[in-house]
């Protein structure tokens, strides 16, 4: 009966001495390594040790002699016909009537199916991981509870947190008040009726960084079956850059249409008040000079010539110039600039100093004596009367670099977001279309402004220009 079940087994049954010499090779034995048993009974299992284990079988016969049994070792073995095949071993000692071991009995099982389905799935997870992470989205995956179990290289640019520190928190650090408290109940109402509001969909969310400050992503949310175990995953894009993108295209819009605006409004207003001016002149001519009504036309034609001015100023923002780009010497311009301000009896208690020098630069120098004269007389208000401004001129690499710093009370962070913007001013009666001005002539230039408020106080104007041998040199 032992020796039918032997011979009828499908696994590869092998009796052999403690030297390695076989006793006995059932048929398993023949399909498995294509050899029969006249062939290997009374051979040595060195036959079907692969080169490259050579110490494998001294290992095995040296555990057995010291009465281990071996279970499911996994090894390979080597065929008649020279192929390697994966198989798992137990091996079990042979005892004599007096107890003493003489022997193992080894059962071989070919588990190379298995070995090579093993190693197909662990290329595909390897695959699968690779792609996840070089994905540009970030990839998160959450179990029913809301634990976070996967997170790939983008998601933590994005968030902040590296993969150790947030491999098993709630999902909800990454969501800001007040969807963070509501996403457990979402879960939970899920999993309970069916109900999906995200999942299988893709919306725009706001997501919460490590630090705290929040940022736009499209989410989209699938669910998967892993082991049984019900998960989440969710991949998010970065809208960041979009979002910016179509805020400057409507802001941008807009523009043109204040433009439009503005210049319909310029034109219209201009003449009829130039007209309206000289008629007042006209008026206040005839007055006699000890008249009361003296001051009243004179205090109506300076009011004539502010909104002259505020029409001006429309005109030049809604329909700048073109720029007429020669080599100008920077300085120069900058000092006859200082010299307009100071012919305004209102500012001549200012200081204002002047270092260092710049290259010629390709520009405009009607235009940017425009630019100039509005930052200075922004620093002229923000000061007052007895205030110091400094400018300070340099070479930067391709530009000249101009800085002009002010010793007044700064400019808040939410008002200094919004100063490039039209209609946007500090001043009590103020157009705010002073800067938005500046910004343009400087973009026909090829150039830049940047404002910092340092912390001491003051405020920082960089205005850069490209220098005129940069330019011809293109």
């Given at each position: 009966m032992l020796a039918a079940l032997v011979e009828s087994s499908d696994d590869a049954i092998i009796a052999k001495d403690l030297s390695g010499r076989i006793l006995s090779w059932n048929r398993g034995a023949e399909r498995l390594y294509g050899y029969s048993a006249s062939e290997m009974v009374g051979a040595t299992l060195d036959v079907l040790i692969p080169p490259a284990s050579p110490n494998e079988l001294?290992?095995?016969?040296?555990?057995?002699?010291?009465?281990?049994?071996?279970?499911?070792?996994?090894?390979?073995?080597?065929?008649?016909?020279?192929?390697?095949?994966?198989?798992?071993?137990?091996?079990?000692?042979?005892?004599?009537?007096?107890?003493?071991?003489?022997?193992?009995?080894?059962?071989?099982?070919?588990?190379?199916?298995?070995?090579?389905?093993?190693?197909?799935?662990?290329?595909?997870?390897?695959?699968?991981?690779?792609?996840?992470?070089?994905?540009?989205?970030?990839?998160?995956?959450?179990?029913?509870?809301?634990?976070?179990?996967?997170?790939?290289?983008a998601a933590e640019r994005f968030f902040g947190y590296a993969r150790g520190e947030i491999i098993g928190r709630n999902v909800n650090a990454l969501m800001p008040a007040p969807f963070d408290a509501e996403h457990d109940r979402y879960i939970a109402r899920y999993l309970e009726t069916g109900e999906a509001k995200i999942i299988g969909k893709g919306r725009e969310v706001v997501a919460r960084r490590k630090d705290g400050?929040?940022?736009?992503?499209?989410?989209?949310?699938?669910?998967?079956?892993?082991?049984?175990?019900?998960?989440?995953?969710?991949?998010?894009?970065?809208?960041?850059?979009?979002?910016?993108?179509?805020?400057?295209?409507r802001e941008q819009a807009t523009l043109v249409r204040l433009g439009e605006m503005a210049a319909v409004i310029a034109h219209e207003v201009k003449n009829p008040l130039a007209a309206v001016r000289g008629a007042i002149q006209v008026i206040g001519k005839r007055l006699p000079p000890d008249s009361r009504d003296a001051p009243v036309v004179t205090e109506i034609v300076s009011r004539l010539d502010a909104l002259n001015q505020l029409v001006g100023d429309l005109l030049l923002f809604a329909r700048p110039p073109r720029a007429h780009l020669i080599p100008i010497d920077i300085k120069s311009l900058v000092t006859a600039t200082v010299a307009l301000l100071y012919e305004d009896a209102a500012h001549q208690g200012l200081r204002i100093d002047v270092a260092g020098n710049a290259p010629p630069v390709l520009g405009d120098a009607e235009l940017l004596k425009i630019v100039f004269l509005n930052l200075l007389l922004n620093s002229a208000h923000a000061t007052g009367k007895n205030g110091t401004i400094q400018i300070r001129l340099s070479q930067a690499r391709d530009a000249c670099e101009v800085v002009v710093a002010d010793n007044g009370p700064g400019i808040s962070p939410e008002i200094r977001s919004k100063l490039f913007t039209p209609f946007v001013t500090t001043k009590a009666r103020g157009t705010g279309l002073g800067l938005s001005t500046v910004k343009s002539l400087l973009d026909a230039h090829s150039g830049s402004i940047r404002l910092d408020c340092p912390p001491g106080g003051g405020t920082v104007v960089t205005v850069r220009v490209p220098l005129a041998r940069i330019q011809r040199s293109d």
């Open positions: 001294a290992d095995i016969l040296a555990r057995i002699s010291r009465g281990e049994r071996i279970e499911h070792y996994e090894t390979v073995r080597r065929t008649k016909d020279g192929r390697l095949v994966d198989v798992s071993l137990t091996v079990s000692p042979m005892f004599d009537r007096e107890g003493r071991i003489v022997g193992a009995s080894a059962i071989a099982r070919d588990v190379s199916d298995r070995k090579k389905t093993e190693r197909q799935i662990r290329g595909d997870e390897e695959l699968l991981r690779s792609i996840v992470e070089s994905a540009v989205d970030g990839i998160v995956v959450i179990n029913a509870k809301g634990e976070i179990q996967e997170f790939n290289n400050t929040t940022f736009p992503v499209h989410l989209s949310v699938g669910e998967m079956s892993v082991g049984g175990r019900r998960m989440f995953i969710g991949i998010m894009h970065d809208l960041t850059a979009r979002v910016e993108m179509e805020a400057q295209l």
